[in-house]
Nanobody
Framework: QVQLAESGGGLVQAGDSLSLSCAVS????????VAWFRQLPGKEREFVAS????????YYADSVKGRFTISRDNAKNTVLLQMNSLRPEDTAVYFC????????????????WGQGTQVTVSS
């Protein structure tokens, strides 16, 4: 089993920055990817960004490319999501997940999930 715990959400204004953290623990998962997804009530989970755990290569959704940066600290078993130039449409619950390949954007391809952290961006 792999356990994930998100933190860092909150209420910010449009244009502000926020950093989310995902603490990963449990059994090793090799070079699989850790990804961030987000979800609004009643909507499907939307892929945001992913990172290969060992290689560190990254992949972003077009909607966040250039504004969000995903990174990992292997020594601390943590994945970060730095979010800049936030927009009201970035408002959602953000989840981290462990799954398959770097380019896997479908939630069903990810095996382990955290509980999520709320990000609210006011206009």
């Amino acid at each position: 089993q792999v356990q994930l715990a998100e933190s860092g959400g909150g209420l910010v204004q449009a244009g502000d920055s926020l950093s989310l953290s995902c603490a990963v623990s449990g059994r090793a998962f090799g070079d699989r990817s850790v990804a961030w997804f987000r979800q609004l009530p009643g909507k499907e989970r939307e892929f945001v960004a992913s990172i290969r755990w060992r290689a560190g290569t990254t992949y972003y959704a077009d909607s966040v490319k250039g504004r969000f940066t995903i990174s990992r600290d292997n020594a601390k078993n943590t994945v970060l999501l730095q979010m800049n130039s936030l927009r009201p449409e970035d408002t959602a619950v953000y989840f981290c997940a462990v799954g398959g390949g770097l380019l896997d954007t479908l939630p069903e391809l990810y095996d382990f999930w955290g509980q999520g952290t709320q990000v609210t961006v006011s206009s």
